[in-house]
């Protein structure tokens, strides 16, 4: 993609297959200004769970609803594999559920990003 400024929201033109055609069409959007070219790099954007604040979250209600003396320890020894488990499967869930209800994030993180002196060309 092409876009005026390095940072910020890109979103001047469209994908473009390779960085010499998003050049060619800056000079020409830009009209003989600098602009910047970047490539897109597809992500989730942190999309995700972290178990450890799920697993914390259900020891606390069930703390607050058995009482914190007997539900002192639960599930304070999951193991790690059990653990990387669990937020694996959760993660799988998560992404299906938001690509059928459409709530996939639509931004994207830009890398490579360089400036184009139009005076240089």
């Avoid at 490539?39 to 914190?68: A, F, K, M, T």
């Avoid at 938001?98 to 709530?103: A, D, T």
Wanted: hydrophobic share 35%.
């Amino acid at each position: 993609m092409y876009n005026k400024c390095e940072d910020g929201a890109w979103g001047t033109s469209d994908y473009l297959d390779t960085k010499e055609k998003a050049i060619k069409l800056g000079v020409d959007y830009y009209e003989g200004e600098s602009f910047w070219v970047g490539q897109i790099e597809p992500n989730n954007c942190g999309v995700g769970v972290n178990v450890d604040n799920i697993l914390e979250d259900i020891h606390e209600n069930v703390s607050s609803e058995i009482g914190s003396e007997i539900a002192e320890d639960y599930l304070c020894d999951v193991k790690s594999e059990h653990s990387e488990i669990l937020e694996e499967r959760l993660n799988e869930v998560l992404v299906k559920w938001m690509e059928e209800f459409s709530y996939t994030p639509s931004f994207f993180k830009m890398t490579n990003v360089e400036k184009i002196e139009t005076i240089d060309l």
